[in-house]
């Protein structure tokens, strides 16, 4: 409990995670930090024990997640890959995800009921059920700026929050011991940089440091 206490003190402190709580929050980035994690704490009771409550709950907090920032969708790969700790076991996961299939159809069900809202607003305002709101701005994938983005002192998210290298750390500690979300934090990491920094603006403007990590 001490460990858990002083590691929550530190990212509430020692990242950006202070800024867009007290002096921006209007942003949407502290609202997908929290909808997160109630995420992962409720994917965890789903993994342990899948019922219809915590299947509810995973679809519409994915829901919220992807409608305050698509993206974030990302957050996808943490249940996928859930306990897959070395390919022997691939078949026990496979069999996981086939023999809970109706509980995943209820938070896909969830999922959709929630990002309908967006489609029933864009319905209204425009009279199409979809709208790209950015216009012309857009992801390159073909160019991510991911050193820049990590290293780079124009938002660079390693310069801005430097305790973050130890959560990195902690990735690489957690694969070497074979914990149960090992693999989902490695694959969620290396997707969500991808992504975030193929955006054109990669910086996102002003702020303090890397909001979107």
């Not at 026990?92 to 069900?109: A, D, E, Q, T």
């Not at 690489?172 to 955006?199: E, M, N, P």
Request: contains cysteine.
């Amino acid at each position: 409990d001490e460990t858990i206490a002083i590691v929550l003190l530190i990212i509430a402190v020692g990242t950006n995670l202070f800024c867009y709580t007290v002096l921006e929050p209007g942003m949407s980035h502290v609202y997908s930090f929290c909808l997160i994690s109630a995420f992962l704490y409720y994917q965890h009771k789903f993994q342990n024990k899948p019922t219809f409550s915590s299947s509810l709950i995973c679809g519409l907090l994915l829901g919220f997640i992807s409608l305050i920032r698509l993206p974030n969708i990302l957050v996808i790969i943490v249940p996928v890959l859930w306990n897959l700790t070395s390919f022997n076991r691939l078949r026990s996961k496979i069999s996981f995800l086939v023999g809970n299939f109706k509980m995943i159809l209820l938070m896909g069900s969830m999922i959709i009921l929630v990002l309908f809202i967006q489609s029933t607003y864009y319905k209204y305002v425009t009279g199409k059920w979809w709208y790209y709101a950015y216009g012309e701005e857009k992801f390159f994938f073909n160019n991510p700026q991911i050193l820049q983005g990590l290293l780079g002192f124009r938002k660079g998210f390693f310069i801005y929050c430097p305790l973050m290298i130890f959560a990195l750390a902690g990735i690489v500690i957690s694969i070497k011991k074979k914990y149960s979300f090992a693999l989902a934090t490695l694959i969620l990491f290396i997707t969500h940089v991808y992504v975030i920094y193929s955006w054109w603006c990669w910086w996102y403007g002003g702020g303090l440091g890397a909001r979107t990590m």
